[in-house]
């Protein structure tokens, strides 16, 4: 197989735009970067899979649609097990050389979706699933998620009553499935993201990207600072970008100098109400987070070389 | 076994207030004493979601957000037999995947309120428009033989009042309630009369006797909960009085399910309500319940300007259907009209209990009905185009 390296200037991407301006987004959509990235990789040969979420609006009212490839709108629980027919049904047809992607948000992914989503993952479904986070459901009104960090604050989860629990851990759930490719990315790292959506393209099976996708709305952050949290999110460690192949190869994608988390808090009025002791705390946990993070990579590495399969 | 009834002080100031359809339901609910509310955010049902959030806060009751409408409906199982006063809210899409619930809480007796702020539909739909189409969902959605209780409010006002009954009826007969709201009713803004005291109903309670089965003839038996002391056994098979399972036991079969639609269908009457508006001298009967009975009211006196003589009756409860309320009310016209925002369901009732034809009037275009669609409904069919 062809390793597959970084890009070396951003002008290996696709020039061709295939998501095309009209889209219906907020102004700094974290999601809407994400596709128009995702889709100068993946090009035309692709099948978008949207369950209830943003992009299920963003696309455009009939018969507009921005993302210029077939799209298939489908229940809100129901995204991965609907690409893995679509897939099954493309087999049966004989054709090939299809992309068939899951495009789904953190709700239904993590809540709603969670079960068909590990089913998906079991079968090893040969599906790409993307699941773009914004860590709320933000299209029904920012109601939380189990996708939403600790701290924050939501329309369900407001004032003093911020929330209390931590963000469900999704790569190293999917890892867990020992699925061929998992891999986290967000927008303030194109190079990063184009590489992943490559990398998931040459591999056969079950793949999954979760993509950090700050929503200035939701998040009470200013538009022109979306990009600037998704970098904050990865510099603080919030938000760590890896891979895991076959649920136990991890590599770390970027590894820049670590930010103190209150810089990433600051850039959001979601958090605004936290004390400096809460931050505190969510900057240990962070730590300890990253800690837990770099052992597992080691033992697994190790692990792996003690058995090989 | 009869259920206690309670007198309180309203929760919220005696007062006239302004507020949206879903605020004036969570209100009603609060005021019925909930003390606990599971949901899922969808589209129009949001809001009193969010204002239960708050609400509950401040009475120290349990708000959980759920992971889908499966665990919304299951949370809310648990709760009542936890003996608490549960309620849920959804729309269409979420109400269908609470369906294998709704069986198991009609099963197991267990009395809850879920309030669907109804949009239009099939499936996704129009998310942020009003429909009526989920009038036999809630009734037939799942499967075999079970009877439930809806009402459907006409107004902001009738949100609050009927979420008040819709707890108390769901209390006093065991079984889930629905209050059959639409994004019209959801998202309306307008007054609502807050009276000084509310009248709370309780379920039945006499510790030791069987939850499962009773000789009073209205058919409800006990609730105890859990954490009472009783060595319970709830089960969605069919069981005995006591909650034994009995699979194999065809009386005991018959006499379960028996029990559970003879409580309702035998107090049907009771349960009914509805209003008529100028039937006195009615040739034209318009039958209209929730949003669209506001447009069948301002229908029939516009219809009555132009010499037309049509009236209104407005069933309160879509289920049971006050049957002997509207035989009486269609006894003397000749012709009856069923305006709803959906391909026809409560026509079909209409028929059933009228034994005659009735002429469906129906608005599908993810608005709320208007006058001039039943106007100009009642004149294509009577033959009085002008």
Redesign the interface.
């Given at each position: 197989m062809e390793t597959l390296t970084y890009l070396k200037n951003f002008t290996e991407v696709a020039e061709e735009e295939i998501m095309k301006p009209g889209h219906v987004a907020c102004p700094g959509c974290g999601a809407a970067l994400a596709m128009r990235l995702a889709l100068k990789t993946l090009g035309r040969n692709t099948i978008l899979i949207f369950p209830?979420c943003c992009w299920?609006v963003i696309d455009g009212p009939f018969p507009y649609s921005a993302c210029n490839v077939p799209v298939f709108?489908v229940?809100?629980?129901t995204a991965a097990i609907t690409a893995g027919a679509i897939r099954a049904g493309l087999n049966a047809t004989g054709k090939k050389g299809i992309n068939v992607v899951a495009w789904a948000g953190d709700?239904g992914t993590m809540?709603?979706g969670?079960g068909q989503l590990s089913a998906a993952a079991e079968r090893n479904d040969d599906i790409i699933y993307v699941c773009y986070d914004n860590e709320a459901?933000m299209n029904?009104?920012i109601?939380?998620s189990?996708a939403t960090p600790w701290g924050a604050w939501t329309?369900?989860?407001?004032g003093k009553?911020f929330k209390k629990e931590k963000k469900k851990n999704l790569l190293e759930i999917m890892a867990a499935h020992r699925v061929p490719y998992a891999a986290s990315t967000t927008i303030a790292y194109p190079d990063d993201l184009v590489h992943k959506f490559r990398k998931a393209m040459s591999i056969e099976g079950f793949r999954i990207i979760h993509i950090f996708s700050p929503c200035p709305p939701g998040h009470k952050a200013l538009e022109k600072d979306s990009i600037l949290e998704a970098r904050y999110a990865v510099e603080s460690r919030v938000f760590p970008l890896y891979e895991v192949e076959a649920g136990t190869h991890y590599t770390l994608s970027k590894n820049p100098p670590q930010r103190p988390v209150n810089d990433y808090l600051s850039l959001q009025g979601r958090f605004r109400h936290l004390t400096e002791e809460q931050r505190d705390y969510i900057q240990k946990n962070v730590n300890a987070e990253w800690a837990r993070l770099m052992h597992h990579m080691r033992v697994s590495e190790a692990i792996t070389n003690e058995h090989p399969a | 076994m009869k259920h206690t009834v309670e007198t309180v002080p309203a929760p919220l100031p005696p007062d006239d207030y302004f507020m949206m359809g879903d605020e004036a339901s969570a209100e009603g609910a609060i005021a019925a004493g909930c003390n606990f509310f599971a949901g899922y955010p969808i589209t129009p049902s949001s809001e009193l979601m969010v204002r239960m959030v708050h609400r509950l806060k401040e009475t120290n009751g349990s708000f959980i957000q759920m992971e889908d409408e499966i665990g919304s409906i299951s949370a809310l199982i648990g709760a009542s037999w936890a003996g608490a006063r549960p309620m849920t809210t959804t729309s269409g899409p979420g109400l269908s995947l609470m369906m294998e619930g709704i069986g198991y809480a009609a099963m197991t007796e267990a009395p809850l309120v879920v309030v669907d702020i109804q949009r239009a539909g099939p499936s996704t739909g129009q998310a942020t428009r009003p429909g009526s189409g989920d009038i036999f969902q809630v009734r037939f959605g799942s499967h075999s033989d079970y009877e439930i209780i809806a009402l459907s409010p006409w107004s902001v006002q009738e949100a609050y009042d009927l979420t008040i009954d819709a707890f108390n009826l769901a209390e006093a007969y065991r079984v889930p309630t629905f209050v059959l709201a639409d994004e019209s009713i959801g998202h309306l803004r307008e007054k609502v009369t807050i009276g000084e005291t509310v009248e709370r109903w309780h379920r039945p309670t006499a510790p030791g006797m069987p939850p499962f089965d009773t000789d009073d003839e209205n058919g409800v038996p006990p609730m105890p909960a859990f954490g009472q002391g009783e060595r319970l056994l709830v089960t969605g098979s069919t069981h005995d009085a006591r909650g034994f399972r009995k699979t194999q036991d065809s009386a005991a079969h018959q006499r379960l399910v028996g029990r559970l639609v003879g409580k309702i269908r035998n107090a049907a009457e009771k349960i009914a309500r509805y209003e008529t508006y100028s039937l006195e001298d009615a040739e034209i009967l318009v039958v209209a319940y929730g949003f669209s009975a506001r447009a069948a009211l301002e229908a029939i006196s516009e219809l009555r300007r132009d010499g037309v003589k049509a009236g209104l009756f407005r069933p309160l409860t879509l289920w049971p259907f006050p049957e002997a309320g509207l035989k009486l009310a269609a006894k003397s016209v000749e012709r009856v009209f069923v305006p709803e925002m959906n391909w026809g369901q409560v026509v079909r009732e209409v028929e059933r209990i009228l034994h005659r034809d009735v002429v469906p009037i129906t608005q599908v275009d993810g608005e709320g009905m208007r006058p001039q669609s039943i106007i100009d409904g009642v004149r294509g069919r009577a033959g009085m185009n002008s």
């Open positions: 209830a299920a709108q229940a809100f629980e709700g809540d709603i969670f459901y029904t009104g109601q939380r189990s329309t369900t989860t407001p009553d | -």
